[in-house]
């Protein structure tokens, strides 16, 4: 028995067999994603680190549906906010693709919107040896499916509670009320519009960050507002450490903000470093696409289902990310927490078991999955 060659796994098929079906698969979420119409004006925001085959290949479709191309680089894409000179440019836009950190947050880019004007963010698509990822090919309807049956589970009518808990202790809540759930659940990515072909929309390409489970989007954007949200959170891991933590180390909020990181590790200290008085901006971007890795956090947090990550504005920008991370395509300013393992409920609904998260199960979206495979391969066979 000793020498004999077990086979009892099937080996990877050749690439030759599979490789160029795949590729077509995920060019339809591209042309999907990319929803240029006639006489679009597209404006690149990007940066000298981007793929120029990115650039290449929209621009390419661009052409193709009637568009035009106009290309704006920085210096990199950890951008803060608008440049005052770029202002006309983008509001001459009709359709901006952008690598640019401030694009979600810029009350310039919110206003265009508000206007109409479409977005893709593109921090997910550096590389255009990305379309050949799984989930590239991963069928954007179906994290549609996915981002709109985990919505259903917000209470409608009444305020309620997002209580994030794990087996380390973490206990931590956000509170709606009924409004802040209407103006969060409205937009395009939680009503599961993951092309760019809907006026306003913003949008994620590849398929892959959240929506956040709690946003600024849920008072309509406006920082002024406070969000009453208090308790402690024990990350896994965070962007920009090379391995999980060791350590059990406790996150402390009052409100908004982060008021105490206890433990002892070197990695303690750093996060102490930069946490403290940061405030909460993502709290919990939760991943959707079932293809994602579930245990790469780099750039922003995985986006594998149920994975979520904290994002934190700090108080001054971070030594220790410049030193480690001088390319991010962060700046320095924001640090990503990250819990593979949350179990999250709003109310009494349950949201993510364990880190699993359980739209995957439900009946419609099942339904959905079969008509483009095997329903428990797409959605539960995961990427490690
Ligand atoms: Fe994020």
């Given at each position: 028995m000793s020498e004999a060659n077990y086979v009892g796994m099937p080996s990877a098929?050749?690439?030759?067999?599979t490789h160029t079906r795949e590729f077509f698969q995920a060019l339809d979420n591209f042309t999907r994603t990319f929803a240029f119409r006639p006489g679009d004006r597209v404006l690149f925001l990007t940066d000298p680190l981007l793929d120029p085959r990115v650039v290449d290949a929209i621009s390419g479709h661009a052409k193709a549906r009637g568009a035009s191309v106009r290309l704006l680089m920085e210096s990199?894409?950890?951008?803060?906010e608008i440049p005052g000179d770029a202002k006309a440019l983008l509001e001459h836009a009709t359709f901006v693709v952008s690598t640019w950190f401030c694009s979600i947050i810029d009350p310039f880019a919110i206003a265009l919107r508000k206007k109409g004007q479409r977005w893709v963010k593109i921090t997910y698509f550096r590389n255009l040896d990305l379309l050949h990822a799984p989930q590239a090919r991963f069928p954007i309807d179906l994290v549609g499916e996915l981002t709109r049956a985990t919505a259903a589970r917000y209470p409608t009518g009444r305020a309620f509670d997002l209580h994030f808990t794990d087996s380390r202790g973490s206990d931590f809540r956000i509170h709606f009320t009924p409004e802040m759930r209407e103006n969060m659940l409205s937009t395009n990515r939680w009503r599961g519009r993951m092309g760019a072909d809907e006026d306003g929309c913003y949008v994620h390409y590849l398929a892959s960050h959240g929506p956040n489970l709690w946003d600024h989007n849920a008072v309509r954007n406006d920082l002024s507002v406070p969000t009453r949200m208090s308790g402690v959170l024990y990350p896994q891991w965070a962007v920009g450490f090379a391995r999980p933590f060791s350590e059990r180390i406790g996150v402390h909020f009052e409100g908004e903000y982060v008021c105490r990181v206890d433990g002892e590790s070197e990695e303690a200290r750093i996060l102490r470093e930069m946490l403290v008085g940061g405030r909460m901006i993502e709290g919990g971007g939760c991943?959707?696409?079932?293809?994602?890795?579930?245990?790469?956090?780099?750039?922003?947090?995985?986006?594998?289902?149920?994975a979520l990550h904290f994002g934190i504005d700090l108080v001054k920008p971070a030594d220790y990310i410049r030193r480690t991370m001088p390319d991010w395509e962060e700046p320095p300013i924001h640090v990503d927490l990250v819990t593979l393992d949350a179990t999250v409920r709003a109310g009494e609904n349950l949201l993510i078991d364990n880190g699993f998260l359980c739209a995957l199960r439900d009946p419609e979206v099942v339904a959905a999955a079969a008509r483009f495979g095997d329903p428990v391969e797409l959605l539960e066979a995961g990427v490690a």
């Open positions: 098929l050749p690439t030759h067999v990199s894409s950890r951008v803060e991943g959707f696409n079932p293809k994602a890795p579930r245990h790469t956090v780099y750039p922003a947090g995985s986006n594998a289902p149920g």
